[in-house]
């Protein structure tokens, strides 16, 4: 790693959530990189300008007029920083259902046709290839899952907007429920560190944080049953919340499913609160153990397991059948046998 651009979004100041993770997630890159050069961008604090009707040639068509040679000069300086750029890092609060108008302006410039993106015979090509991406998202409310997940027009946007340059390797981290208490805004901003955690320390070791399908699968290289004995212990029977959050962000994909028969809940954190949840019910003696090996083949694999105490008979037994996308969990749907009420 030579280069992290940190990009802060939010207009709050030191009081901003967002803005405290990114400085996390630079230390965390740091520490790992000391080497590593670092540009910050803050937005809140220096917004780029919106383009307008005097402007937009500028980035969009053929600079001539002074105004437009001056949005063109902004393009290419921002352009610059994230073309040297190794390690993205953008903090981005949710401002209405999406994102700060400062944010999409940075954006409007940085989208640029024939510089950051081109179109061909297949369509549109992002140029950018090769950055990873850390993107940290604060939100008042709970939007990942629930009845508000339909009013999430924040990482839809920014996974479209970043992919459509190329980047396409990108971690995303939620701190949400910040505007519900202190104790609320408290266990946010520790669960969100943990990601930050897991997905820096994913990009020290070079390993992706949104890996995409490159080939037909290989059974003899995916490893069934360590990945699945992997997620039965390392994640439902983990007690400690923050070590089961980080062997989540390790096993399963960024935007992993998890299916119980009444809920579906999708990435990262919500898929730790469903099994916090389901934690916090068991005894303390209860732990989770395989009947059998776990197996599979053309990237679903299914695990048999059961529930109890280890010296006392199951209290419930079931079945993990998982989707495996390049060594990640990409989906799991949990069936049980008895106890489903």
């Known amino acids: 790693m030579d280069r992290i651009l940190a990009i802060n979004s939010s207009i709050l100041g030191e009081g901003s959530v967002s803005r405290a993770l ?4 630079v230390q965390g890159l740091l520490a790992a990189h ?3 050069v670092v540009t910050l961008r803050d937005l809140g604090a220096d917004p780029i300008p919106h383009l307008t009707p005097g402007t937009v040639a500028g980035v969009r068509a053929v600079a001539a007029t002074e105004d437009e040679l001056a949005a063109r000069s902004l ?33 409007d410039h940085v989208l640029r046709p024939r ?5 061909g015979e297949s369509g549109p090509e992002g140029l950018l290839k090769g950055i990873r991406a850390i993107v940290i998202q604060s939100r008042g409310g709970l939007y990942s899952e629930g009845p508000a997940k339909d009013l ?3 990482e839809p946007y920014l996974r479209q907007l970043l992919g459509f340059i190329g980047i396409t390797d990108v971690a995303f981290v939620h701190a949400e429920k910040i505007s519900r208490g202190p104790e609320a805004r408290d266990a946010a901003i520790t669960q969100a560190r943990s990601q930050i955690v897991a997905a820096v320390a994913r990009i020290g070791t070079g390993g992706t944080a949104a890996a995409l399908p490159t080939a037909a699968p290989d059974d003899e290289t995916v490893d069934f049953a360590g990945i699945l004995d992997a997620n039965l212990q ?3 029977n983990e007690r400690d919340a923050a070590r089961r959050l980080e062997a989540i962000a390790e096993l399963y994909a960024d935007d992993a499913m998890f299916h119980e028969r009444d809920r579906s809940v999708q990435g990262h954190a919500a898929i730790a609160r469903v099994v916090s949840e389901l934690i916090d019910g068991l005894l303390s003696d209860a732990t989770f153990s395989a009947i059998r090996l776990g197996t599979g083949h053309h990237d679903l694999g299914r695990l048999q397991w059961r529930l109890g105490s280890p010296d006392g008979p199951a209290a419930v037994t079931g079945t993990d059948v998982v989707h495996i996308r390049n060594g990640r969990i990409q989906t ?3 069936f049980l046998d008895q106890g489903e009420g």
């Open 234 to 236: 390392r994640v439902f």
């Open 115 to 119: 510089v950051t993106f081109a179109y």
């Open 75 to 107: 393009s290419d300086e921002l352009i610059g920083e994230l073309q040297q750029a190794t390690v993205l890092v953008i903090g981005a609060p949710m401002y209405n259902f999406s994102i700060p108008s400062s944010l999409r302006a940075w954006f």
């Open 22 to 25: 990114v400085d996390d997630a």
């Open 152 to 154: 999430d027009f924040q």
């Open 34 to 36: 000391p080497d590593a």
């Open 332 to 334: 799991i749907h949990v």
